[in-house]
């Protein structure tokens, strides 16, 4: 069957069909996997034992949850602008697939090694941002405005120390090719020598996904009732697996820059375990860590927020680049 | 230098606090997965009033004097008795309570006579009518006879 | 041409309903506010939703009767506002209270105050946004309301205190569980002053917010924790004594700015003297009758009457006007949250719309006890 595709569509065409598919299930049985887990995890930190009906453990209970969802009422307001107002939900996924496509999940399992790989990530996660400002403003609703301009804004002031940390593997690297990146790990991860900037990294990631404790957009938010209040059923249910999604993007991207890819430990590689589960292993315990660093903390204020973007964020990523700089100048 | 000393110290709280709540991971759970385990409760708890049987009679004492009724603040008992022979106690013939409007006081008990009144131990009393909460205390100890 | 535009949308302010229903404020209390972009510029607290006419049932109600009534108003401390009723009729009608009566009333009265302390504890964190400490803080209550359920049988809504004394005697085996559970909380502190009251998120959400400063405590009649955090070591417990405190050993904690975390320290460590009053009741339990005589129907003689005690907001009171009759013509309670609730008019002009329910929470208001 593989090889008529191939005949058909020619080999480029034929893997991309081929990767998107396996790449849309993947997101759908990820954000499954991610509701269960979260639901788990934040039970048993809790002393508690999360949803053990539907299934052994609950393992079933993301499934029914969906088909519930599914089967409620799409309530459209009359006074939303009702172009936008459909559409935003639908933006919100609009970025996950392109980053999917150049992570490398193992050495060949990668859909399309482009050579500006993470430029293409990071270009395709500022469609979260325009998804949440198009659902804030779409419905006519002032809170719901204000907290879709308080995700802008906390998107925006986060994603400048993120690049600016991401940019000290490219210089190491020096390529934007993910698999060039994986390749260059191959000796010590990046993580071991500029720890500070994965821990950046991920706090900046946090941030970008809307994740406690930045999560002023999506709690319910003292007074302003978040973006989403408007939408109902599946909509709403939109807005999480897409910030799902992230989490696993953004997990994904952490492991491929920081955390060696698809490679294994540095003392375990006698172990005969494929890269497609040392990746996907690397990328379940950051998603770990990032919801256990939600359920522990409490909310940051907003003012409070920013300001530890701008104060303390940038200046410390630009103090590390500049350090790292030279070093790696010194280095080669 | 200020500066870098908070931001040192704070994250190193921060970490602190990530390990005091991976530490109850691993911990067993508090809750108790009701309706598949049960739960005990003490021996003073307080659910409905019943009647109390005693061993000589092998039933109950109410003789209908009504304390009860008087001495609840909600009004939800209704007693009515007889008298079968010319010196001898009432004894009651119907006893109602409507246990949803009752606040648990523990004056009926306390006030009661013949201290034929107790504390019973039900506690699954979720009911889908109004007139399901009325317990019939006199059925109620004929049935467990 | 152009329309001009309606008036306010010209003026900066709005006006914001924080509104009955809300996740954040402690039962149905209604905030009013006046708001410039993001601060304050006026706060109205309008109460009453909540209102079932306690004090009206207490006039149809002879004084037995209204024991259950007392544990409603702030079903968080039903045992200190079942002690303060009974204690106050008990002065009208000199009814004597054995010893230990009077110890397994202050033993109570310490669980009841942690217990309300812990609830306080998760439900502001719950506010602002850590979830977890909420499930640890009730998993210490689980332990206490176990201990009070085998002596009272019921886990909130005590009606446990008589005229003379109390309803059943306590065993052995509730000092032995009480002890354990000393023994618990005090090692569970470490944790909660390690996953909250040191992390920095928290620290920068509390400290300097919502100053409740000396004069305007005093001005608005605050009492309890929103005073002590203010500066003022004043406990009804110390103050105007009652039952066996002057014999038990216990500081008063103060705080000395009022700021928000100022009250939550200031609360931590009572829940630290409550332990160390319970340590020394249970030591000192005397034997003896736990109820004196009292009469069936109490009855007290014509006159006015006050009593005061501590509960977990601050200073409780009971006003009784009798007749002679077994019915109170008139029965007042002075709650604490009420004046409490009213300094948040002076307190909040000025803050961020963020901090209103770090403020809110930090005073502790119960509102059915507000509202009665």
């Known amino acids: 069957m593989w090889q008529t595709a191939v005949d058909i569509l020619g080999p480029d065409v034929a893997r991309i069909v081929a990767g998107g598919i396996g790449l849309v299930t993947l997101v759908q049985i990820n954000t499954l996997f991610l509701v269960w887990l979260e639901r788990k995890v934040s039970a048993h930190i809790q002393l508690r034992l999360g949803p053990m009906e539907v299934g052994p453990h609950g393992i079933l209970q993301s499934i029914v949850d969906g088909i519930k969802l599914i089967g409620k009422e799409l309530i459209t307001p009359r006074h939303v602008d009702r172009k936008l107002y459909v559409l935003a939900p639908i933006m919100v996924f609009t970025g996950v697939l392109p980053s999917l496509i150049v992570i490398p999940f193992s050495e060949q399992l990668q859909v399309r090694d482009l050579n500006v790989g993470v430029l293409l990530i990071f270009a ?53 090719q993910m698999s060039t990146i994986v390749e260059a790990q191959s000796t010590i991860w990046n993580v071991f020598w500029m720890p500070v900037a ?3 990294y991920l706090i900046c990631a946090t941030a970008e996904t809307n994740r406690a404790p930045f999560d002023i957009p999506e709690a319910e938010s003292e007074l302003v009732a978040g973006f989403h209040t408007e939408y109902s059923g599946m909509r709403f249910a939109m807005f999480f697996l897409a910030e799902y999604s992230n989490m696993f993007i953004v997990a994904a991207v952490a492991a491929t820059l ?51 973007s701008w104060k303390v964020m940038i200046p410390v990523s630009l103090i590390h680049l500049v350090v790292y700089a030279g070093i790696i100048k010194i280095i080669h | 230098m200020g500066m870098i000393r908070d931001v040192l110290v704070g994250s190193w709280s921060l970490i602190t606090g990530m390990a005091v709540t991976i530490r109850r991971y691993g911990r067993r759970n508090v809750t108790t997965q009701y309706p598949r385990q049960r739960l005990e409760m003490s021996l003073s708890y307080r659910g409905h009033i019943e009647f109390k049987r005693f061993e000589d009679t092998g039933s109950h004492d109410c003789v209908a004097c009504g304390t009860c009724v008087r001495f609840c603040p909600t009004n939800v008992i209704k007693v009515q008795g007889e008298k079968t022979q010319a010196h001898s106690k009432k ?40 007139w399901e909460g009325v317990v019939d205390l006199i059925r109620r100890i004929e049935a467990t006879a | 041409m152009t329309t001009p535009l309606p008036e306010s949308a010209i003026e900066q302010t709005y006006y914001l309903n924080m509104g009955p229903q809300h996740p954040s404020t402690h039962g149905v209390l209604r905030l ?81 105050r942690i217990c309300s302390h812990l609830l306080w504890f998760g439900t502001y964190l719950l506010d602002l946004g850590g979830i977890t400490p909420f499930l640890y803080a009730f998993d210490d209550r689980e332990h206490i309301m176990d201990a009070l359920d085998r002596i009272t049988g019921s886990r909130l809504t005590y009606n446990y205190c008589r005229f003379g004394g109390v309803a059943k005697d306590v065993d052995a085996e509730f000092a032995r569980v ?13 944790d909660y002053h390690t996953l909250v009251t040191k992390n920095v998120i928290f620290i ?60 939550y320290m200031v609360r931590m460590q009572e829940m630290e003297q409550s332990l160390r009053i319970l340590e020394q009741a249970l030591d000192n339990l005397p034997e003896g009758s736990f109820k004196g005589r009292a009469p069936r129907k109490v009855r007290p003689p014509k006159g006015d009457y006050y009593f005061a005690v501590e509960s977990a907001r601050g200073a409780l009171g009971y006003y009784i006007v009798s007749d ?39 005073v502790d208001i119960v509102v059915p006890e507000v509202d009665r």
């Open chain 1, 124 to 176: 395709f996660s500022a469609f979260n941002v325009l998804a949440i400002l198009m659902g804030g403003w779409s419905a006519n609703n002032k809170y719901s405005l204000l907290g879709a301009i308080r995700s802008v804004a906390q998107s925006v002031a986060y994603e400048i120390p993120l690049l600016l940390v991401v940019l000290n593997v490219l210089l190491w690297t020096n390529s934007m």
């Open chain 1, 198 to 200: 994965a821990i950046i």
């Open chain 1, 258 to 308: 920081f955390f060696g890819g698809w490679k294994s430990p540095p003392l375990l590689g006698f172990l005969p375990v494929p890269g497609v589960v040392w990746f996907f292993l690397k990328v379940y315990v950051l998603i770990f860590v990032i919801i256990w660093v939600r359920w522990t903390f409490p909310r940051l204020r907003f003012d409070q927020l920013m300001n530890f």
């Open chain 2, 91 to 130: 004894r009651a013939t119907l006893y109602f309570i409507d246990f949803s409007h009752c606040s648990l006081c523990g004056l009926c008990v306390a006030n009661c006579p013949t201290k034929t009144l107790t504390f019973s131990q039900e506690y699954e009393l979720a009911h889908e009518c109004r």
């Open chain 3, 32 to 112: 009013f506010l006046k708001l410039d972009g993001e601060y304050i510029l006026e706060a109205d607290p309008i109460v009453g939703y909540s209102h079932r006419g306690h004090e009206k049932m207490a006039e149809s109600h002879f004084y037995e009767q209204f024991l259950p009534n007392t544990s409603r108003m702030d079903y968080l401390s039903g045992l200190i506002y079942n002690h303060g009723f009974v204690a106050a009729v008990e002065k009208m009608a000199g009814i004597e209270v054995p010893p230990r009566a009077e110890y397994i009333r202050v033993i109570c009265a310490e669980l009841n």
């Open chain 3, 178 to 190: 009480t002890r354990v559970f000393i023994q618990r909380l005090r090692s569970r502190f470490d």
């Open chain 3, 204 to 263: 920068n959400r509390t400290r300097g917010v919502g100053v409740i400063d000396r004069n305007a405590a005093l001005r608005f009649g605050c009492t309890g924790p929103v005073l002590r955090a203010a500066g003022v070591p004043y406990d009804i417990r110390r103050a105007e004594p009652y039952s066996v405190y002057p014999l038990l050993e216990f500081d008063i904690p103060t705080g000395t700015t009022g700021d928000v975390m100022d009250r």
């Open chain 3, 324 to 362: 002679g009759t077994s019915y109170p013509y008139r029965l007042k309670m002075r709650v604490p949250s009420f004046g409490n609730l009213q300094v948040l008019t002076e307190v909040l002009p000025g803050t961020l719309v963020a901090d209103t329910v770090a403020i809110l929470g930090s």
